[in-house]
């Protein structure tokens, strides 16, 4: 009898350990998987300053560029779900996202609204004001990693 | 150098100029970086391309002291400097030669990283990013982070060195590098012509301003 309930024992801590594994690499694949997303948001904003920089590529590539920037904007609340803050994984992202869900949120829309001008901006083809919107976009980059994510 | 003797030149203005912007210009740029202000950091950083680039031509074209031949040595030399058998010369000692060839290589690199570099999120860029990869930039992004940590290493080293050659009072080496001038029975080194200066300086800002530029017509 003993012997089967140390058994029995041994099973279930096997399997609750198994669990909280699976639960975990289950949450560091979300980390993954939205720094994944934010990187492609970082090289959609290096394609828009390479042309204005360095006048790489064309205004229609920036308007491209932007439209992705805008679509991935609108996700970006979805990217965090509870348990993922830092600690977890690679994560950067700072508990004050689940106890401000509003903010968050209102500092995606921002970069939303910021990429459709952009887009919009980008195909007039004027290159300063495209430079101008550009900076307007990176500014609410800014203004949310800075209070949503750890500072390196 | 023993005191007395003549007071010769030993240092130029062009190496004099170089060594203390160069220091300046490394801490505005470390500085510049902590605290975010990027578009300093970029035009520092341009500053100390133009002083490297000059510094290498005045390593072939200028002053003798200036000149690595001069005092770049085989370990054989270094030894026997170490051993206190070397003959005295002016300039660099055998030891400090390597010091300045680890000096300048690391920054060469760092600031050829930085022309390269983007913060990740590819807000700041350095001129040449436009020219490789998101992934490719971001990397010499990391690497020009962590290597500043050997920039620092070689510095502290340097003044480290320096204050013990004050410390120890034997050697002149510190005022020389203020005023250029030493006291001393040596002959004094050959001076480069100022207008050699101009050429390497107007050629180093024509090279940076190409850069810049992020190759433009490349
Ligand atoms: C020897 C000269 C230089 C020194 C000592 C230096 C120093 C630094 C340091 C310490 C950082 C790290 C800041 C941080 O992340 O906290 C940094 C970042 C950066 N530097 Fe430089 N830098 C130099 C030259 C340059 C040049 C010439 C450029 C381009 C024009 C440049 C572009 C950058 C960029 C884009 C970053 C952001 C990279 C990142 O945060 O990962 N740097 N620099």
Redesign the pocket.
């Known amino acids: 009898m003993r012997k089967i309930g140390m058994a029995l024992a041994a099973v279930a801590m096997a399997a609750g350990a198994t669990g909280a594994a699976w639960a975990q690499s289950a949450a560091e694949k979300q980390v993954e998987a939205r720094k994944a997303n934010f990187k492609k948001i970082g090289a959609a904003m290096k394609t828009n300053v390479d042309f204005v920089r360095n006048d790489k590529g064309t205004a229609a590539d920036v308007v491209a560029a932007s439209r992705t920037m805008a679509t991935l904007a609108g996700q970006i609340p979805s990217w965090f779900p509870a348990g993922t803050a830092v600690g977890v994984g690679k994560s950067e992202a700072l508990p004050v996202i689940w106890q401000k869900p509003a903010d968050f949120r209102a500092a995606a829309m921002k970069l939303q609204t910021a990429a459709n001008n952009l887009a919009t901006v980008a195909a007039g083809g004027d290159k300063a004001a495209i430079g101008a919107a550009l900076g307007g976009v990176g500014a609410t980059c800014k203004g949310c990693h800075d209070v949503f994510r750890q500072p ?1 | 150098m023993a005191a007395g003797g003549t007071r010769v030149r030993v240092w130029d203005g062009w190496i004099r100029g170089f060594h203390w912007l160069l220091g300046s210009l ?1 801490a505005v ?2 500085w510049t ?2 605290e975010g202000h ?1 578009e300093w ?2 035009r520092s ?2 500053a ?2 133009v002083l490297l680039v000059f510094r290498l031509l005045w390593g072939v074209f200028g002053s003798e002291t200036a000149r690595f031949a001069s005092f770049l040595k085989g370990p054989g030399t270094i030894l026997a400097y170490l051993r206190g058998k070397a003959p005295r010369a002016l300039g660099h000692n055998p030891l400090g030669g390597l010091s300045v060839l680890a000096l300048l290589g690391v ?1 060469i690199a ?2 050829t990283l ?2 390269f ?4 999120d590819g807000i ?4 040449l990013s436009s020219l490789i990869s998101y992934d490719a930039s971001s990397l010499a ?2 690497i ?2 962590t290597l ?1 940590n050997v ?1 620092l290493g070689l510095i502290v080293l340097h003044i480290s060195a320096i204050t013990y050659y004050v410390l120890r009072g034997d050697d002149d080496i510190l005022l020389p590098m203020i005023t250029g001038d030493t006291d001393t029975d040596l002959p004094a080194p050959k001076r480069a012509p100022a207008w050699r200066g101009l050429v390497a300086l107007a050629f180093a800002v024509a090279l940076a301003a190409w850069v810049w530029s992020g190759l433009k017509g490349l």
């Not at chain 2, 570099?117 to 990740?120: I, L, N, P, V, W």
Request: aromatic letters at 16%; hydrophobic letters at 40%; zero cysteines.
């Open positions: 390196d | 490394v740029s470390w970086a902590e990027m950091h970029f950083g341009i100390i391309f920054l760092q600031t930085g022309l570099a983007q913060d990740e700041y860029s350095g001129p992004g990391e020009h982070h500043f920039v």
